[in-house]
């Protein structure tokens, strides 16, 4: 018997050997962001809950304001062919250029700790024209670029990148056109 729950411990073990296995999720040591903001494609994602009814055309779009945070703006075309958008704004992480923290409820709950989320670049063009962004616990992943579509090889890089940090992406959902 107690073999029997030893091998089943073991069994679990060796499930979750890729995610405590892997490379620590960092984010890029430097991040310029009056040259991250614009627009951004979605490629892929990670399923998410607040993503569930896009089917395309999804964009972030990040600007720089006065108080030094960033402005968040996504959208997405829906079945329907109808666009929806969430506003949202995001900060830096101090010390860490490659993090920030986002919220997309009103700023008067910005003072409730659980509304922002981690938002890591964890991998960067060093031109800007494409970005993959995670966060620590690798629930979350998004791989951006510049135009609509992007190269199959380069996208298979990237999902490399994400693998060796530990992502699980048999979930990903390509979101755009791969070349």
């Given at each position: 018997?107690?073999?029997?729950?030893?091998?089943?411990?073991?069994?679990?073990?060796?499930?979750?050997?890729?995610?405590?296995?892997?490379?620590?999720?960092?984010?890029?040591?430097?991040?310029?962001?009056?040259?991250?903001?614009?627009?951004?494609h979605e490629i892929a994602h990670l399923?998410?809950?607040?993503?569930?009814?896009c089917v395309g055309d999804i964009t972030?779009?990040?600007?720089?304001?006065?108080?030094?945070?960033i402005s968040v703006h996504n959208a997405?075309?829906?079945?329907?062919?109808?666009?929806?958008?969430?506003?949202?704004?995001?900060?830096?992480?101090?010390?860490?250029?490659?993090?920030?923290?986002?919220?997309?409820?009103?700023?008067?709950?910005?003072?409730?700790?659980?509304?922002?989320?981690?938002?890591?670049?964890?991998?960067?063009?060093?031109?800007?024209?494409?970005?993959?962004?995670?966060?620590?616990?690798?629930?979350?992943?998004?791989?951006?670029?510049?135009?609509?579509?992007?190269?199959?090889?380069?996208?298979?890089?990237?999902?490399?990148?994400?693998?060796?940090?530990?992502?699980?992406?048999?979930?990903?959902?390509?979101?755009?056109?791969?070349?």
């Open positions: 018997m107690r073999s029997r729950h030893l091998f089943s411990a073991l069994l679990a073990l060796a499930a979750s050997a890729p995610a405590w296995a892997a490379a620590p999720v960092t984010s890029v040591e430097v991040l310029d962001m009056d040259r991250y903001a614009g627009q951004w399923p998410v809950s607040f993503q569930k009814k972030a779009t990040y600007s720089l304001r006065a108080d030094h945070r997405c075309r829906q079945a329907d062919g109808d666009r929806v958008a969430a506003d949202g704004v995001a900060r830096a992480v101090e010390g860490h250029p490659g993090r920030l923290q986002v919220r997309f409820v009103p700023d008067w709950l910005s003072w409730v700790p659980l509304v922002w989320a981690d938002y890591w670049v964890i991998a960067l063009d060093p031109g800007y024209q494409w970005a993959v962004v995670g966060e620590p616990d690798r629930k979350y992943l998004w791989i951006l670029s510049r135009s609509p579509s992007m190269d199959t090889a380069l996208f298979d890089q990237l999902k490399a990148r994400a693998e060796a940090m530990g992502y699980d992406l048999a979930p990903l959902r390509v979101m755009a056109p791969l070349d």
